[in-house]
């Protein structure tokens, strides 16, 4: 069983920040990756970034320069700091996560961009 709690989210000004969590827990023994996806209404969901256990960093182009993903493995966080926030980042944003061969979902949180 796997837990992944994804607090954070909120409405913010375009131009602002905003940083988001997941911490996973449970049965996280071959935890792999760690990532943020996001989804817009009527929108298919796509990946904003991942990192690995290792640290390497895939993002999306719509968000390379603005957008920060780290981990911290001894707590099993993975972060997404957000910088530059435009209002088509508004979206709800998933937290993912590897465990090979499966992969898990957070529950979601809404992040609105608008002033």
């Known amino acids: 069983q796997v837990q992944l709690v994804e607090p954070g989210g909120g409405l913010v000004q375009p131009g602002g920040s905003l940083r988001l969590s997941c911490a996973a827990s449970?049965?996280?023994?071959?935890?792999?990756?760690m990532g943020w996806y996001r989804q817009a209404p009527g929108k298919q969901r796509d990946l904003v970034a991942t990192?690995?256990?290792?640290?390497?960093?895939v993002y999306a182009d719509s968000v390379k320069g603005r957008f920060t993903i780290s981990r911290d493995n001894a707590k099993n966080t993975v972060y997404l700091q957000m910088s530059s926030l435009k209002p088509e980042d508004t979206a709800v944003y998933y937290c993912?996560?590897?465990?090979?061969?499966?992969?898990?979902w957070g529950q979601g949180t809404q992040v609105t961009v608008s002033s």
């Open positions: 993912n996560i590897v465990i090979l061969p499966l992969t898990y």
């Open positions: 990192i690995t256990n290792g640290g390497n960093t």
């Open positions: 449970g049965s996280i023994f071959r935890l792999y990756a």
